[in-house]
């Protein structure tokens, strides 16, 4: 069985400050994919990233940065300079590669005061 | 701009009614879509897979009488809450499925509150 744990409930910061959310999972396939969604206060999830079991390099997209470790079974994000508008909730989730269902973990709720 | 269209947004209606919500793929087929289910401050919890021109695989625990799921075209699937009372009340979330190599595309949400 899959499962992914984010420890974090919450976590505060004042904006532009560097942010850095875990995500820890567990599976027994040898390939999946994992993911990063964002779900503002509106409700919507917000697609952010894919990463694929067998590419371990580590990503930057503007203020966000991924870093993959498959030793450890972590799929960490960052958020570098954070900005008010970052406030949300944002999930990890796991997929296997034969399959086609989701698993998520709890979420983080990341507040970024003025 | 969306993949996935959810109608509707909100939704208050009286104890006993049933509710259709409608999961909409504005781009592609999608053979596949899930529904999820949302409590607040809670991830979210699948409840079925809907496939299209089949039936809908429901998770554990997932009322299949209460939760009627139908996926008549490559792209739309609806979920119908039957008999809706308060303790549905809840936010529901679908999602299309595009491809091994594609992220699950969501859509905006429904709130649903059954007074």
């Known amino acids: 069985a899959q499962k992914v744990t984010q420890a974090q409930t919450e976590i505060s910061v004042v904006e532009k400050e560097d942010v850095t959310l875990d995500c820890v999972y567990e599976?027994?396939?040898?390939?999946?994919?994992l993911f990063w969604y964002k779900q503002p206060p509106s409700g919507e999830l917000v697609f952010l990233i894919r990463r694929n079991s067998f590419d371990e390099q580590n990503e930057i997209s503007g203020r966000y940065s991924w870093n993959f470790q498959k030793s450890t079974s972590s799929f960490n994000f960052t958020i570098t300079a954070s900005q008010v508008v970052d406030s949300a909730v944002y999930f990890c989730a796991l997929r296997m590669a034969a399959g086609n269902k989701l698993t998520f973990g709890g979420g983080t709720r990341v507040l970024v005061k003025p | 701009g969306a993949v996935v269209s959810q109608h509707p947004s909100w939704v208050i209606c009286k104890s006993g009614t049933s509710v259709k919500i409608e999961c909409r793929s504005l781009d592609f087929q999608a053979t596949t879509m899930f529904w999820y289910r949302q409590f607040p401050k809670q991830s979210l919890m699948l409840m079925a897979t809907s496939n299209e021109g089949s039936k809908a695989t429901y998770e554990q625990g997932v009322e299949k009488d209460k939760f009627l799921i139908n996926h008549a075209s490559l792209t739309l699937s609806t979920l119908t809450v039957t008999s809706a009372h308060p303790e549905d009340s809840s936010f529901y979330i679908c999602s299309a499925y595009r491809g091994r190599q594609q992220p699950q595309h969501f859509g905006d949400g429904t709130r649903l509150s059954i007074l």
């Open positions: 599976t027994r396939d040898t390939t999946y994919y």
